[in-house]
């Protein structure tokens, strides 16, 4: 059995999509229910395992509503494998029957990340913070600032060395999934942000040196995107957004869709977004949809025309 992963993949759905414990408790029999059943490794499982494990399942006399519940759990468990770059295909998509439009992601408008930036921006900036205080609302903001201006992925974002963010860089090399590496922009605004934490940081003498950006008491030495959500959903909350609604991942998505509207072409944000396949980025094309709808609704020279009305 691949505990290993199956722990990263409830990971993922209890911190990004804010799975309740009956929920992740039934992901996890139903993952560790096809384990058993398969000969070797969970994790290089094939379409014919998936398959076969199917058909034992109606052998047995399993209802439709069980087997299609373990269909679609093994289904999210394999696409999560794929899309974290731990396997290079996903065996359980030709079982997937009639493709289906993907779900658009959700996404933050411009007004709520603002609100969200002012927030940590404004908490950041309170006179009489203790120094722990100080930094930990410093950090937000360095984290908020850079994520919404990169669109990076969580798990880059909070194991960024400190060596990565140079003072006046506008630019900086994150290594993704697969070892790919790309090129991602910092704002003015964000290099402020990492540099007045910095300053805290490292005034505050009790604090260790660490050649993470965001070091913390943790087993790998940086905050974890556990921490890291958690807190965010906290600051949504004081920003009077929907907590539940929140995550980094969110952000990364809000990030894409709002270079998309107002004039990024899809090929630039697939590099920004480190996306290996421009297919994987076209889940934002409803962006350029609309906007495309707008410029012939605004800008055609015969859009306000009624001569060619039948």
């Known amino acids: 059995m691949s505990a290993g992963d199956i722990?990263?993949?409830?990971?993922?759905?209890?911190?990004?999509?804010?799975?309740?414990?009956?929920?992740?408790?039934?992901?996890?029999?139903?993952?560790?229910?096809?384990?058993?059943?398969?000969?070797?490794?969970?994790?290089q499982a094939t379409t014919d395992d998936i398959k076969a494990y199917l058909a034992r399942l109606e052998a047995n006399g399993a209802k439709a509503s069980t087997a299609a519940r373990r269909l679609s759990a093994l289904k999210q468990f394999f696409q999560f494998l794929y899309a974290e770059g731990l396997r290079d295909d996903d065996p359980a998509e030709p079982l997937r029957g009639p493709k289906k439009p993907k779900p658009l992601p959700k996404v933050l408008d411009e007004r709520a990340v603002d609100a969200l930036l002012t927030v940590a921006k404004e908490q950041g900036e309170q006179p009489g913070l203790k120094p722990a205080a100080r930094i930990k609302a410093l950090r937000m903001r360095a984290l908020l600032e850079l994520l919404y201006a990169s669109g990076m992925r969580v798990t880059e974002l909070v194991s960024l060395p400190r060596s990565a963010v140079a003072s006046g860089a506008e630019a900086f090399v994150v290594r993704g999934k697969g070892g790919r590496e790309r090129l991602v922009p910092v704002t003015p605004v964000a290099s402020a942000a990492v540099r007045n934490y910095l300053q805290a940081l490292d005034a505050d003498k009790r604090q260790a040196p660490s050649k993470f950006l965001f070091p913390a008491d943790s087993a790998e030495g940086h905050l974890t995107r556990q921490a890291f959500a958690r807190d965010l959903k906290l600051l949504g909350a004081q920003a009077g957004l929907d907590a539940k609604a929140l995550s980094p991942h969110v952000l990364r998505h809000a990030f894409a869709s709002h270079l998309l509207a107002h004039g990024a072409d899809l090929r630039t944000v697939q590099s920004l977004l480190g996306h290996k396949d421009i297919a994987t980025t076209q889940i934002y094309t409803h962006v350029l949809d609309e906007r495309l709808h707008g410029l012939v609704a605004t800008c055609h020279p015969l859009a306000e025309s009624e001569e060619r009305l039948p």
């Not at 929920?23 to 058993?36: H, K, M, P």
């Open 7 to 43: 722990t990263l993949f409830l990971d993922m759905v209890a911190v990004e999509r804010g799975a309740s414990p009956n929920t992740i408790s039934a992901y996890r029999r139903d993952l560790e229910d096809f384990a058993d059943d398969c000969d070797g490794p969970l994790a």
